[in-house]
């Protein structure tokens, strides 16, 4: 059975970071675009960032530009999300997802992933 395993998440200051981790098993997730989507309290689920497992092109959603970044460990089946200067904006839960399709995930559309981890919640607060 598939699964995603998502790990990292926390409570931190407004500045603080934290690094999510998406796990996979048995995937091997090179040959996957995966994305990271959010939720935050009463808001649609939206896409924060994502990696295309074609041309290896990693994609922001504006609002986390220059302050998260997406990576892939492929030796370990994991990918990341580095998230620096969080902001109370980025609270909610975090999703990592994996798909394959042949077109850019910047789309960030729901239905193109297969696979879906559980979750984990970012709650940033003072």
């Known amino acids: 059975q598939v699964q995603l395993v998502e790990s990292g998440g926390g409570s931190v200051q407004p500045g603080g970071s934290l690094r999510l981790s998406c796990a996979a098993s048995p995937l091997a997730l090179d040959y996957f675009s995966i994305a990271w989507f959010r939720q935050a309290p009463g808001k649609e689920r939206e896409g924060v960032s994502c990696?295309?497992?074609?041309?290896?092109?990693?994609h922001y959603t504006d609002s986390v530009k220059g302050r998260f970044t997406i990576s892939r460990d492929n030796a370990k089946n994991t990918v990341h999300l580095q998230m620096n200067s969080l902001e109370p904006e980025d609270t909610g839960v975090y999703y990592c997802a994996a798909g394959t399709f042949n077109y850019y995930c910047s789309g960030y559309v729901p239905t193109d992933y297969n696979y879906w981890g559980q979750g984990t919640q970012v709650t940033v607060s003072s």
């Open positions: 990696s295309n497992s074609g041309d290896g092109s990693l």
